[in-house]
């Protein structure tokens, strides 16, 4: 079955270290990204790739840093720099072309912890 | 600017009918999607609406008026296993999604 696995499911971090979330899919999807989910606010963008070694910044960059060396994978570093890092991290894909027209399938989504 | 509100929390009875309201400013208009997100886990889709009218799939409908930049979605029958979040999205000028803080829907008994 086609799909997006994200791995781990729960993390947890101590302060300064950097941190790396795991984002998989075989759906043959083109665009990848990566999303960051707070209590009480949106979806907000943090990364995405269209084509293989090429990402754009989303809306909330400063922190992390992302990778798109294969077209199934799409893995997200949160570094010491991110001051508030303790979020739920959601992975998504969709097919090409049109951009956000098309339907966005997400991974089960990281929990990531900070202590 | 671009923003999309929706109301933070909604409860609704076990067989009713539901409309959760979704309001959008984006630049241009792309079309209009819904997700819906059970605690803790990932977003799924329920509808893409792009041009007006009512659009119906099982019980679940989703209504886009462009003139008024408003959507909803309607549940009927409702169930219990549709306590969940509801999301409205909406594509922004570089085509990405600008998200919704989503509808909270407690189903009681």
């Known amino acids: 079955d086609g799909g997006i696995t994200q791995s781990p499911k729960y993390l947890f971090r101590k302060e300064g270290q950097n941190v790396t979330l795991s984002c998989e899919q075989n759906l043959n999807h083109d665009a990848m990204y990566w999303y960051r989910q707070d209590p009480g606010q949106g979806l907000r963008l943090i990364y995405y790739s269209q084509i293989v070694n090429d990402f754009q910044k989303g809306d909330i960059a400063e922190g992390y840093s992302v990778s798109r060396e294969k077209k199934e994978s799409f893995p997200l570093t949160v570094t010491s720099a991110q001051k508030n890092p303790t979020a739920f991290y959601l992975c998504?894909?969709?097919?090409?072309?049109?951009?956000?027209?098309?339907?966005?399938?997400f991974g089960p989504g990281t929990r990531l912890t900070v202590l | 600017g671009q923003n999309i509100d929706q109301p933070t929390e909604m409860t609704a009875t076990e067989g009713a009918i539901v409309q959760i309201n979704c309001t959008y400013q984006?630049?241009?208009?792309?079309?209009l999607f819904w997700y819906q997100q059970h605690a803790g886990e990932a977003p799924t889709f329920l509808s893409y609406n792009v041009l007006d009218g009512l659009e119906e799939k099982g019980r679940f409908s989703s209504f886009l008026s462009r003139s008024k930049g408003y959507s909803y979605l309607l549940l009927k029958e409702l169930q219990m296993k549709d306590s969940a979040s509801y999301l409205c999205a909406a594509p922004d000028s570089n085509y990405q999604l600008i998200w919704g803080a989503g509808t909270k829907l407690i189903i009681k008994p």
């Open positions: 984006t630049s241009g208009f792309n079309g």
């Open positions: 998504a894909s969709s097919k090409l072309g049109q951009g956000a027209y098309n339907e966005q399938f």
